[in-house]
């Protein structure tokens, strides 16, 4: 039997591509969401954010109807499947805003019955899905409740969900069924089960380990860069035939929505002794001072007065978005120093809406340096003028291949 599914948070960057799989494998999905923009501009086809395949993919399921958005909460009582893919951010002290998702429960209670099966998608602070499970017995709801962590890229959903195995975990016999049937549904690959804690820290892991796997690169960036080498270079050297280096990361910004607030949480949830997720914090969050210390040098010193150009504001290559990017760090800082500050940026939308100047590549060009801040494949072919200082921390200019 074909499910009937409501993704809550569903026009999100999780949500969304999700249910254009669900929909793709006609299972008929809403997507609930309090957006009211993003409602309408997935009901047009539209994407709201950027995501590979997606334009074309969610023309798709939109003609075909399996796919619908809406900001009616109504519709989460039709379905037998209800999924949650809110956000789960960290306060400014670092810590979960696990109230934010009890609150989100609170608004969906009056629609979720009995017989219906409760997926939480969302990344959750450890723990948090065994007190769900106590929360809904004292409001007497007795739907069945899953935890199933999303693990996808951010961009690249449409590809991986089908392409990685998915981590399923539940309360009870009828919703790991059920959660089995979905995923072996649309995925390539048989989901592997865990139990609901472990899947709540096995997310946690995989967030940390490639946010502590950033750092070490960054940290080696750094070192090289103090010592005169070229950290990409070397990179590109131990690399090669080497597979033991295959994880070996490039050097860069590690910044968006998720790998920080990650490893902060699972520092939060190890009372603050996961010692190597701080070190990796400090390292990582340290990289737009270390790229401002490159520039200086390269300038004689200081900043003061100069005006420097920003390339790419969004957290990633090839991205528009902008959730925590590290380029708005940098930006800060370079004001601080005195600079005055110019940002570019190909795939960032709505750049009217910022509190501060986005201006075209040439004239961003004109500037007196510029830095990178997202190493967006557009730049590849920028010809940089040869006395032009080019902060690169990426290795976009540095790579020998
Ligand atoms: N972005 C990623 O690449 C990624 C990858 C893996 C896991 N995750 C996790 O997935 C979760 C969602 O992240 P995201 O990036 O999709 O967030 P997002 O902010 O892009 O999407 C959340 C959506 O929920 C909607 N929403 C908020 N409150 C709501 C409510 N009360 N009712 C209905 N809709 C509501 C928002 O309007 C938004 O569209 C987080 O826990 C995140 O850590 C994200």
């Given at each position: 039997?074909?499910h009937k599914?409501?993704?809550?948070?569903?026009?999100?960057?999780?949500?969304?591509?999700?249910?254009?799989?669900l929909?793709?494998?006609?299972f008929?999905t809403?997507?609930?969401d309090?957006d009211?923009?993003?409602?309408?501009?997935?009901?047009?086809?539209?994407?709201?954010?950027?995501e590979?395949e997606?334009e074309?993919?969610l023309?798709e399921?939109?003609?075909?109807?399996?796919?619908?958005?809406?900001?009616?909460?109504?519709v989460l009582?039709d379905?037998?499947?209800?999924?949650?893919t809110?956000?789960?951010?960290?306060?400014?002290?670092l810590?979960?805003?696990t109230?934010?998702v009890f609150k989100?429960?609170?608004a969906i209670?009056?629609?979720?019955?009995?017989d219906q099966?409760l997926i939480?998608?969302s990344?959750?602070f450890p723990?948090t899905?065994?007190?769900?499970?106590?929360y809904?017995k004292t409001?007497?709801c007795n739907?069945?409740?899953?935890?199933c962590p999303?693990?996808i890229v951010?961009g690249?959903?449409?590809i991986?969900?089908v392409?990685?195995p998915q981590?399923i975990?539940?309360?009870?016999?009828?919703?790991?069924s059920?959660c089995?049937?979905?995923?072996?549904?649309i995925?390539?690959q048989k989901?592997v089960?865990?139990?609901?804690l472990?899947a709540?820290?096995a997310k946690?892991?995989c967030n940390?380990?490639?946010?502590i796997?950033?750092?070490?690169s960054?940290?080696?960036?750094?070192?090289s860069e103090?010592a005169?080498?070229n950290f990409?270079?070397?990179?590109?050297?131990?690399?090669?035939?080497?597979p033991r280096?295959n994880?070996?990361?490039?050097?860069?910004?590690?910044?968006?929505?998720?790998?920080?607030k990650?490893?902060?949480?699972?520092?939060?949830?190890s009372?603050?002794t996961?010692?190597l997720?701080?070190s990796?914090?400090?390292?990582?969050?340290?990289?737009p001072s270390?790229a401002i210390?490159?520039?200086?040098?390269?300038?004689?010193g200081?900043i003061?007065?100069?005006?420097?150009?920003i390339?790419?504001?969004a957290?990633k290559?090839?991205n528009?978005d902008?959730?925590?990017?590290?380029?708005f760090?940098?930006r800060?800082?370079l004001?601080?120093f005195?600079?005055?500050?110019?940002?570019?940026d190909?795939?960032?939308?709505?750049?009217?809406k910022?509190?501060?100047?986005?201006?075209?590549?040439?004239?961003a060009l004109?500037a007196?340096?510029?830095i990178?801040?997202?190493?967006?494949?557009?730049?590849?072919?920028?010809?940089?003028?040869?006395?032009?200082?080019?902060?690169?921390?990426?290795?976009?200019?540095?790579?020998?291949?």
């Open positions: 039997m074909l599914i409501a993704i809550v948070g569903g026009c999100g960057h999780i949500g969304l591509p999700l249910g254009i799989v929909a793709e494998n006609k008929k809403f997507l609930y309090i009211e923009a993003s409602v309408n501009t997935v009901n047009d086809s539209i994407l709201p954010h950027m590979e997606g074309e993919r023309k399921v939109i003609k075909s109807k399996y796919l619908l958005a809406t900001i009616s909460p109504k009582s379905c037998d499947i209800v999924i949650l809110i956000g789960t951010p960290v306060d400014e002290h810590n979960p805003r109230a934010d989100v429960i609170d209670l009056p629609y979720i019955k009995a099966v939480f998608r990344t959750l723990g899905m065994s007190l769900i499970n106590d809904l409001k007497k739907a069945s409740l899953a935890f999303e693990r951010q690249k959903g449409l991986e969900l392409e990685v981590i975990s539940g309360f009870d016999e009828k919703s790991l059920v089995r049937q979905i995923f072996g549904t995925s390539k989901p089960t865990l139990l609901p472990e709540e820290l946690l892991f940390a380990w490639r946010y796997n950033f750092a070490i960054n940290q080696f960036f750094q070192i103090k005169g080498a990409f270079k070397i990179y590109e050297a131990v690399k090669k035939d080497y280096m994880d070996f990361a490039r050097a860069g910004f590690a910044s968006g929505p998720c790998l920080f990650d490893t902060m949480q699972l520092s939060a949830y009372q603050n996961f010692f997720g701080h990796a914090m400090l390292i990582n969050e340290g990289m270390f210390d490159l520039l200086k040098n390269r300038m004689g200081s003061t007065g100069k005006k420097i150009a390339l790419g504001m957290f290559a090839n528009d902008v959730r925590d990017s590290l380029a760090k940098l800060k800082m004001e601080f005195g600079a005055e500050v110019i940002c570019h190909p795939y960032v939308k709505h750049q009217e910022f509190d501060f100047k986005f201006v075209d590549l040439p004239t004109k007196d340096a510029a990178i801040g997202a190493p967006h494949k557009d730049y590849k072919k920028v010809k940089v003028p040869k006395d032009f200082i080019l902060i690169d921390i990426w290795g976009m200019f540095n790579s020998v291949s």
